[in-house]
């Protein structure tokens, strides 16, 4: 079984919609973190979170919300989903000790 | 100004051979790291390869190396021995400082690499 997992792995959506994407992890990492990339651009950070209760904005964090429900669990809301929100979403972990971080298989999200 | 560059947009490599991926960096910490993941067509991000700043050594993963030059500021990628599998988008990122935050990533915007048979 995959140690970082995402659901859905595939959304289409309409501009409005409120949609939440989940993530997974069986790793033990207690950092973790939401990218978005698009064409071109490379993977940008959205939101990360260290722990339970330190949850922090990234890089574009406009127009996404995001819940840390346990250590294992990380979630990435768009209250109200916009085209230039179609992405592919990536969750990634880390250790503390640690700077490599582990993606998970990605969520591609297209908003019509 | 872009704190990482990579000016290849695409590469083509005989199956074999070796190849380096370029990646130049700007940053004005002391601390820092570097980092090269690989993304198949698949999609997924692989973790290939990671050096710090302070590491005295070029950093290697069996056939992956990365040719650290501090002065240049370039953490360059290079495969050994190039096998169709290989073929991807490659990208470089970098982490800096040691405060708290640091873990934050940013990412090039990538190079797809071909391999030929």
């Known amino acids: 079984d995959a140690d970082v997992t995402q659901t859905p792995r595939n959304r289409i959506t309409k501009t409005g919609k409120r949609i939440m994407l989940e993530c997974s992890q069986t790793k033990g990492h207690d950092r973790m973190y939401w990218y978005r990339q698009d064409p071109g651009l490379g993977l940008r950070l959205i939101y990360y979170s260290f722990d339970v209760k330190d949850i922090n904005k990234g890089e574009i964090s406009d127009g996404y919300s995001v819940s840390r429900q346990a250590q294992a669990k990380f979630s990435l809301s768009l209250e109200s989903a916009i085209p230039n929100q179609t992405a592919l979403y990536f969750c990634a972990t880390s250790r503390s000790s640690a700077y490599e971080q582990y993606f998970g298989p990605g969520t591609r999200l297209t908003v019509t | 100004a872009q704190k990482i560059t990579q000016t290849q947009p695409g590469m083509f490599v005989q199956e074999k051979e070796a190849v380096t991926l370029d990646c130049t960096y700007d940053t004005s910490d002391q601390s820092y790291g570097l980092f090269w993941y690989k993304q198949p067509s698949s999609g997924e991000m692989i973790f290939l390869i990671y050096?710090?700043?302070?590491?005295?050594q070029n950093a290697t993963e069996g056939r992956y190396s990365l040719n650290f030059q501090k002065a240049r500021k370039s953490a360059n990628l290079v495969i050994s021995a190039s096998q169709l599998g290989d073929s991807a988008m490659y990208f470089c990122a970098m982490r800096e400082g040691e405060r708290a935050g640091s873990y934050q990533l940013t990412f090039g915007k990538g190079t797809k690499l071909s391999v030929i048979p």
């Open positions: 050096q710090g700043s302070y590491d005295e």
